[in-house]
Every structure is written in C-alpha cells, then in structure tokens.
Nanobody, 115 residues
Framework: EVQLVESGGGLVQPGGSLRLSCAASGFTFSSYAMNWVRQAPGKGLEWVSRISSEGGSTTYAESVKGRFTISRDNAKNSLYLQMNSLKPEDTAVYYC????????WGQGTQVTVAS
C-alpha cells in the first residue's frame, strides 16, 4: 500500500520557520521526482516546489523562491520542505505528491502563519 505521510505543520508567526517532512512507503521513492503542493483556504491547488529523483535538481514557484528549500533523503524515503521567512499568505494545507502516473498524495499538513 502506497503511503505519503506529511508532518511538521503548525502555527508560526510571520517571519518564522517550519520544516515539513513527508514519509513515503509502498513504492520506489528514489525513482521518482517529488513535489510539494499547497492549498490556501478557499483557493485552488498551488504547486510549490519539485525535486528530481536523486535530488540534484530543484525548482520553486516564484512566490516561495529564496525562502523555501526542498530536499530529500532517499535512504530514509523522506521528502522535506524547509520554510523560512514565512508570510501570512503561506497559510495553507501542504501536500507532498509523487511524479508517478497517477500521482500519489499525502493527507496534508496545515501551516498557519499568523501573529
């Protein structure tokens, strides 16, 4: 059974940091690029970042470039998102997704940026 389990979300003040994790199982994690996608309240899905299967290539949405860092540890079947300088507009449910066909999705983790 494929599972993607996100963790690390929470409430943080503007300017703060959080590190999200995604634990993968049930598929060959190291063979696939992975993504972080978010959904803000009342809005559609927004792609945030992508990392290649071996971790050597990363891309970011303009809205998070320079503040967020995606990484992975294939030995641990884990994906990460380091989020710094958080803004209220980063408030969303964050999902990790695989580049498999069809893609697998986690259940999401809530990030709330507020004072």
């Amino acid at each position: 059974e494929v599972q993607l389990v996100e963790s690390g979300g929470g409430l943080v003040q503007p300017g703060g940091s959080l590190r999200l994790s995604c634990a993968a199982s049930g598929f060959t994690f190291s063979s696939y690029a992975m993504n972080w996608v978010r959904q803000a309240p009342g809005k559609g899905l927004e792609w945030v970042s992508r990392i290649s299967s071996e971790g050597g290539s990363t891309t970011y949405a303009e809205s998070v470039k320079g503040r967020f860092t995606i990484s992975r540890d294939n030995a641990k079947n884990s994906l990460y998102l380091q989020m710094n300088s958080l803004k209220p507009e980063d408030t969303a449910v964050y999902y990790c997704t695989s580049s498999t066909d069809p893609p697998f999705w986690g259940q999401g983790t809530q990030v709330t940026v507020a004072s």
